[in-house]
């Protein structure tokens, strides 16, 4: 039972123009959104994150947006740059009544393309 | 910076042998975590710890150990190799600061393990 899901395996979009990874949960539970950008060969690393009191959230070109009733986030690229080509996890935290440790439970990525 | 830091970064192995996946971190954080990546699916937890001497199980435990003996070193530890381990091993930490913070909620990634089991 996938809890986040990500539909779009992938995305090609041109350079210069937005780019829109989405993403859509099912456990009422999460409280806080992050999504991590991947290169091959590396390990993710944290690109934006959210927390469920807001519903927007921006850091230069990189914006999420949620939407709790709908239990659907989005990233928006905007202008796209070809660096930006990698894949995209979203990811979702929720208390866990076993541990002390907040676990993220991941997407399965999105890789986003930017062509020149 | 080294950050975290995963050994080895390829590994090749018979079915039935064990091995030890080597992890750690110079940040000082108190959480640190093993999550594997099988193609085509998102990262899944192994195992997580909240710091030296505690660990927990994750979503997919089954074939693998872990030990904590200082902040820095989480190692994974699988026993008898299976073909279902061939995977993507990654490793993380983060700080343990107030929950809830948005300092505390990142993970920091090591750059992984591409573990074959044959």
């Known amino acids: 039972d996938q809890q986040v899901k990500q539909n779009s395996p992938s995305l090609s979009v041109q350079e210069g123009r937005i780019s829109i990874l989405n993403c859509d949960y099912t456990?009422?539970?999460?409280?806080?959104f992050l999504w991590y950008k991947k290169y091959p060969a590396e390990g993710p690393t944290f690109l934006i994150s959210?927390?469920?009191?807001?519903d927007k959230n921006e850091d230069g070109r990189f914006t999420v947006f949620l939407n709790k009733s709908a239990k659907h986030l989005s990233l928006h690229i905007v202008p796209s740059q070809p660096g930006d080509s990698a894949v995209y996890f979203c990811a979702a935290k929720a208390w866990v009544t076993s541990g002390s440790a907040r676990q993220l439970t991941f997407g399965s990525g999105t890789q986003l393309t930017v062509l020149p | 910076n080294a950050g975290v830091t995963q050994t080895p970064k390829f590994r090749i192995l018979k079915i039935g042998q064990s091995m030890t996946l080597q992890c750690t971190q110079d940040?000082?954080?108190?959480?640190m975590y093993w999550y594997r990546q099988d193609p085509g699916m998102g990262l899944k937890l192994i195992y997580y710890s909240v710091g030296a001497g505690i660990t927990d199980k994750g979503e997919v435990p089954n074939g693998y150990n872990v030990s904590r003996s200082t902040t820095e070193d989480f190692p994974l530890r699988l026993e008898l190799a299976a073909p279902s381990q061939t995977s993507v091993y990654f490793c993380a930490s983060s700080y343990s600061g107030t929950l809830g913070s948005s300092t505390n909620e990142k993970l920091f990634f090591g750059s992984g393990t591409q573990l074959s089991v044959l």
């Open positions: 456990n009422s539970m999460f409280d806080y």
């Open positions: 959210i927390s469920s009191i807001k």
């Open positions: 940040m000082n954080h108190n959480y």
